[in-house]
């Protein structure tokens, strides 16, 4: 049908791949669209055949129905030059029973003018949508129909909100953690469907001020771990770190730090989200007056950026120190949006430069005149100078840890741009 080359032409790369055997697409692809000031992720999924008990073509189907379970909105693909298939009708009968909207996409239409495509208003689907995936005829138009039917976002009103994103894997107490905190410091609280299935937002205040929970924990009621619903897993969580300001990354205390929960870390930290390890269990944990301090060291040496988050160990179970979460947050926050004056930057450039001056490289003299605050939430220090293409990237290292020994920025990314005296390098 061309799904992969759609998905493709759609979000502007080539990241599923394309070729003209059918049944290319095993596994599902995701990746973010944007299109007219909205955000969305598209999905992409393999071509389902029909009455076939193959293990393969058995899996893609079952993973199709997971896909349209996950989605807001579906675009059934249909081939213009091979015509109406009785596949098509049942795929039709399929969708329709899952009222959920969706639109039917008929591709390889070259020429929008042709009359191809007619013979699909027989499905009684409504309106068809003529699209070519090969030369992009359409795809605009078709764009702008997508995000008319996407859901509303942010429906809740309370746009000034903090967002935090609880993450993690599966099982490690995230719900517990939410549910301990909303049952023992209430105040405002209601559900509000988010944009990702099976999610909640949970609008809550704390000393008065306004914080949302995007909530990924429905995913883990799940009775099994399997490919598909790592797949959406792994997309919810993108999602969450999307809509997020900071985020919770739950981790087992007696399982210690695993590879996944790095890479979710890093994911929100190269996002640009400000971050809070929640270690939970640590009721089960053997331990005594150093083992929380050994925990830290051991995870910093695996992230050495993890030097710079909070680390909070609790029980969900007991309470131990969870309500000491929201205390943290609130303190992130504050870090997340520190403005610093010019004069206080530059006074810090000038003693970090007295102690240590950057490297020249190739037979030129590099200096480095003055620097500002240029952006909050996260934090980004621009410094100028002569040759900042050739600053080497330990001497930035110093300089990041010279301005987060000044003003910390805790459990926040601290980016710093170099940039051309005089320029926008």
């Known amino acids: 049908m061309g799904k992969s080359a759609l998905f493709n032409r759609l979000i502007g790369d080539d990241t599923a791949i394309v070729s003209e055997e059918a049944g290319t697409t095993r596994d599902r692809h995701f990746a973010l669209c ?29 993973q199709v129905k997971q896909a349209i379970a996950e989605a807001d909105l579906m675009l059934l693909m249909v081939d213009a030059k091979s015509g109406l298939h009785p596949s098509d009708a049942r795929l039709v009968d399929l969708l329709r029973n899952s009222r959920k909207p969706w639109l039917l996409v008929a591709n390889k239409v070259d020429d929008p003018k042709s009359a191809d495509y007619f013979e ?11 699209v070519s995936a090969a030369n992009g005829k359409n795809s605009g138009d078709l764009l702008d129909t997508i995000v008319t039917k996407l859901p509303a976002t942010d429906g809740d009103g309370n746009s000034d909100a903090l967002r935090v994103a609880v993450i993690g894997r599966p099982k490690v107490g995230k719900s517990s953690v939410i549910n301990r905190l909303l049952g023992e410091e209430r105040l405002v609280v209601s559900e509000i469907a988010g944009t990702t299935r099976d999610s909640i937002d949970t609008p809550f205040n704390f000393h008065g001020r306004p914080i949302i929970f995007v909530d990924t924990a429905g995913l883990r009621r799940q009775a099994r771990i399997d490919d598909g619903i790592e797949f959406y897993s792994s997309l919810r969580t993108r999602r969450a770190i999307d809509r997020a300001d900071i985020c919770l990354l739950l981790i087992d205390a ?19 989200r400000s ?9 089960l944990k053997e331990k005594d007056d150093k083992t ?10 695996k992230a050495p950026y993890l030097r710079f988050v909070p680390f909070l160990f609790t029980s969900a179970l007991t309470g131990q120190r969870v309500t000491k979460v929201l205390e943290v947050i609130i303190e992130v926050e504050a870090e997340r949006g520190k403005r610093v ?10 003693e970090l430069l007295a102690r240590r001056q950057p490297p020249q490289a190739a037979g030129r003299e590099v200096k480095l005149n003055y620097a500002t605050q240029v952006e909050t939430s996260p ?4 410094v100028f100078g002569n040759h900042p293409d050739i600053v080497q990237e330990h001497y930035i290292r110093y300089l990041h840890n010279g301005f987060r020994e000044k003003w910390g920025f805790h459990g926040s990314p601290l980016r710093i741009l170099m940039r051309r ?4 390098d």
């Open 120 to 130: 699909f208003f027989n499905l009684g689907a409504g309106d068809v949508y003529p």
């Open 254 to 272: 007696v399982e210690g730090l695993h590879n996944q929960d790095l890479k979710i870390a890093t994911l929100a930290w190269e996002a640009g």
């Open 341 to 350: 004056s010019t004069s206080d930057v530059n006074d810090a450039l000038q």
């Open 292 to 301: 929380a301090a050994k925990f830290e060291k051991e995870c910093e040496e």
């Open 421 to 424: 005296k005089g320029g926008n």
């Open 379 to 382: 934090p980004a220090i621009a």
């Open 275 to 283: 971050l809070i390890i929640v270690v939970n269990k640590w009721d």
């Open 34 to 62: 944007q299109w007219n000031g909205r955000d969305f992720w598209l999905v992409d999924t393999g071509g389902i055949v029909e009455d076939s008990v193959l293990p393969m073509d058995v899996a893609i189907k079952r």
